[in-house]
């Protein structure tokens, strides 16, 4: 069945970079028919809560919500492998929080009630 699972959080120091990943499985097994699939990266904001940092439909189509650019957040895509990677540059102690990768069945979407499946979320620890 459809599933999520992230990976590549911990602690990093101020001014390193870091790259999760988010494999999705069961998401083209036979019965399911997808016409649009996409993948979204979100983060745990103090006063926002959790808020959309990006989005990848298809290979190469990525739309940035945000502060995604100014934050220096960076979102690639294996087709093949179907895992999406979030990288996390110039970090700061700010960017200390929890991160989610979520599926949705439809075209990007910044909104959390639109995501169809959620990950765990993965906990970025940045030291100074």
């Known amino acids: 069945q459809p599933q999520i699972v992230e990976s590549g959080g911990g602690l990093v120091q101020a001014g390193g970079s870091l790259r999760l990943s988010c494999a999705a499985s069961?998401?083209?097994?036979?019965?399911?028919?997808?016409?649009?699939?996409?993948m979204s990266w979100f983060r745990q904001a103090p006063v926002k809560g959790r808020e959309a940092v990006s989005c990848?439909?298809?290979?190469?189509?990525?739309?940035n919500y945000a502060d995604s650019v100014r934050d220096r957040f960076t979102i690639t895509r294996d087709v093949d492998k179907n895992t999406v990677y979030l990288q996390i540059s110039e970090m700061r102690p700010e960017k200390t929080t929890d991160y989610y990768c979520?599926?949705?069945?439809?075209?990007?979407?910044?909104?959390?009630?639109?995501?169809?499946?959620w990950g765990e979320g993965n906990l970025v620890t940045v030291s100074s």
């Open positions: 979520a599926g949705r069945f439809r075209r990007c979407s910044n909104r959390v009630r639109d995501m169809d499946y």
């Open positions: 990848m439909q298809g290979a190469d189509i990525v739309t």
């Open positions: 069961g998401f083209t097994a036979p019965g399911l028919n997808l016409e649009v699939y996409t």
